[in-house]
C-alpha cells in the first residue's frame, strides 16, 4: 500500500511522512527529492532556471514514475502536485490519499522562518504572507479536497497526525 500525503506548504507533510514511516516501517518516497536528484539541482534551482512549467511536468513524469516502480511506501508530495494535470486521479487511482488540512494562521506561523526558502513565497514581504496562502488555499483547496481522507493538523503535533492515518488505514 502506499499513502499519499497532500496539502499546502507547511501542512506538516514531511515530518508526518517521517513518522508513519518509522511506524509502519515503509520507506518515505518523496517526490521533490526524487525531481531535484533526476535534474542534479534543487527545486528552488529548477524553478529558478528552468521555470514553473518545466518543474510541472517533470512532477508529473517522476509522479508516475513512482508510482509504477512502487507498491508500498509513504509519498509525500509538493503542496502544487495535486493541482496540476491530472495528478489528483492518477493520486486516488493507485494509493491511499490524505489531506493535511491546516488553517491559514497556522501556515503563517510555520512558513514564516523559512519564506527564502519556498520558491513560490520567496518574493514575498512577511505581511504580504497571510493574503497570499489565503488566496493560494481558496484555489488549491478543490484539489487537495478530492483525496480519499482529510486531517486537520491545527495543534497537532506529527504523531497525533500520524496515528489519525494508520487509523484510518
Given at each position: 500500500m502506499i499513502i499519499t500525503l497532500v496539502g499546502y506548504m507547511g501542512s506538516?507533510?514531511?515530518?508526518?511522512?517521517?513518522?508513519?514511516?518509522?511506524?509502519?516501517?515503509?520507506?518515505?518516497?518523496?517526490?521533490?527529492?526524487e525531481i531535484s536528484l533526476k535534474n542534479k539541482m534543487t527545486i528552488p534551482e529548477i524553478f529558478a532556471k528552468k521555470?514553473?512549467?518545466y518543474f510541472r511536468k517533470q512532477e508529473r513524469e517522476t509522479l508516475h514514475a513512482l508510482l509504477n516502480t512502487y507498491s508500498a511506501g509513504i509519498l509525500s508530495l509538493g503542496g502544487g502536485t495535486p493541482c496540476f494535470y491530472d495528478n489528483m486521479e492518477t493520486i486516488n487511482q493507485s494509493t491511499e490519499s490524505f489531506f493535511l488540512r491546516?488553517?491559514?494562521?497556522?501556515?503563517v506561523t510555520r512558513l514564516s522562518p523559512q519564506?527564502?526558502?519556498?520558491?513560490?513565497?520567496?518574493?514575498?514581504?512577511p505581511e504580504d504572507l497571510p493574503e497570499f496562502?489565503?488566496?493560494?488555499?481558496?484555489?488549491r483547496n478543490v484539489y487537495y479536497s478530492?483525496?480519499?481522507?482529510?486531517i486537520t493538523t491545527d495543534g497537532k503535533?506529527?504523531?497525533?497526525?500520524?496515528?489519525?492515518?494508520?487509523?484510518?488505514?
Open positions: 506538516g507533510k514531511s515530518h508526518v511522512a517521517k513518522v508513519l514511516s518509522q511506524k509502519l516501517q515503509l520507506k518515505i518516497i518523496d517526490l521533490d527529492r521555470g514553473e512549467i491546516a488553517s491559514v494562521g497556522t501556515l519564506m527564502d526558502k519556498r520558491p513560490l513565497i520567496a518574493h514575498l514581504n496562502i489565503a488566496k493560494h488555499l481558496f484555489e478530492k483525496a480519499k481522507f482529510t503535533a506529527p504523531e497525533q497526525v500520524a496515528d489519525e492515518i494508520w487509523a484510518l488505514v
